[in-house]
């Protein structure tokens, strides 16, 4: 299986500030990675798909990119309603596996 | 408007089994295929497996294999989640979700339902 190592597990951050959270694959995966944004009601929602591609609707603060098998999602300045859980997944190849997750917290 | 519409929490004894809905609506039920995804309490998102709703074909990770069982009713656009011999550690929400297409290529996760929590408790 592939993992998916997440980084960092947990971040403390003001409202403006910029953000990255990073996953590591442990295979190649081509870019088949997306980040999910999951809410504190459990509500989860795909925010990008192919390592890059924004979600319609997605605001644009939120950009993913790729480096060797790297992948980060960043956030170029946080508002309120971007305090939540995130994750990487990669859907290349069975079974899809899932990043340990970022808690993004106001400091 | 895709919508993925899940049931409300489940309590179950331990050895018995549940079987969750996942109602489907806004889109050809058929032309999607459907994954069924694991969150235990406080903990990440583990991929139990997928079917396909047109021809009911399925993959399951090793890890659920025995323990998930997936199935659809086309007639109802409804996908289904068995869950057999259930211990404490099957205590936790399932969502479906389901693929988008772009330019014929699959993208997996791109519409999520609300989630279905299972307790197993005596």
């Known amino acids: 299986d592939i993992q998916m190592t997440q980084s960092p597990s947990s971040l403390s951050a003001s409202l403006g500030e910029r953000v990255s959270l990073t996953c590591r694959a442990s295979?190649?995966?081509?870019?088949?990675l997306s980040w999910l944004q999951q809410k504190p009601d459990g509500t989860i929602k795909r925010l990008i798909y192919a390592a890059s591609t924004l979600d319609s609707g997605v605001p644009k603060r939120f950009s993913g990119s790729r480096s060797g098998s790297d992948y980060s999602l960043t956030i170029s300045s946080l508002e309120s309603e971007d305090f939540a859980d995130y994750y990487c997944l990669q859907y290349a190849s069975y079974p899809f596996t899932f990043g340990s997750g970022t808690k993004l917290e106001i400091k | 408007e895709v919508l993925l519409q899940q049931s409300g929490p489940e309590l179950v004894k331990p050895g018995a089994s549940v079987k969750i809905p996942c109602k489907a609506s806004?889109?050809?039920?058929?032309?999607?295929?459907m994954d069924w995804v694991k969150q235990s309490h406080g903990k990440s998102l583990e991929w139990i497996g997928d079917?396909?709703?047109?021809?009911?074909?399925?993959i399951y990770n090793q890890k659920f294999k025995g323990k998930a069982t997936l199935t659809v009713d086309k007639s109802s656009s409804t996908a289904y989640m068995e869950l057999r011999s259930l211990t404490s550690e099957d205590t936790a929400v399932y969502y479906c979700?389901?693929?988008?297409?772009?330019?014929?290529?699959?993208?997996?996760?791109?519409?999520w339902g609300q989630g279905t929590l299972v307790t197993v408790s005596a």
């Open positions: 079917i396909n709703p047109n021809n009911g074909g399925t």
């Open positions: 295979q190649e995966i081509s870019g088949y």
């Open positions: 979700a389901r693929e988008v297409y772009y330019y014929g290529s699959s993208y997996r996760f791109a519409y």
């Open positions: 806004g889109y050809t039920f058929t032309d999607y295929n």
